[in-house]
C-alpha cells in the first residue's frame, strides 16, 4: 500500500470518529433550555426534578413587566 492512500486511509478514519462522537453527543445537548410547560411535566413525573438547577426559556408577554423609574 502507498503512503498517500494510508494518509487518506488515517484521514477518512479520524474525520469519521469525530463525526461519530459529535452526532453521538448531540442528544445530550440539543436541549439547551427548558420551556415552563416542559418543566412543569417534568416536575408533575418526578417531585425532587425541581432540586435540579435547569435553565428555563419563554418569552414574555406584553406588559407583564413593570419597572419603577
Known amino acids: 500500500m502507498k503512503a ?3 494518509f487518506l486511509l488515517g484521514g477518512v478514519l479520524v474525520l ?3 463525526s461519530y462522537l459529535m452526532a453521538s453527543s448531540i442528544d445530550e445537548t440539543a436541549t ?3 420551556t415552563p410547560g416542559e418543566l412543569a411535566a417534568k416536575v408533575a413525573v ?3 426534578f425541581s432540586k435540579n438547577g435547569v435553565k428555563i426559556g419563554a418569552r414574555v408577554v406584553d406588559g407583564t413587566i413593570k419597572r419603577d423609574p
Open 4 to 6: 498517500r492512500n494510508k
Open 16 to 18: 469519521g470518529t469525530a
Open 32 to 34: 439547551y433550555y427548558l
Open 46 to 48: 418526578n417531585p425532587r
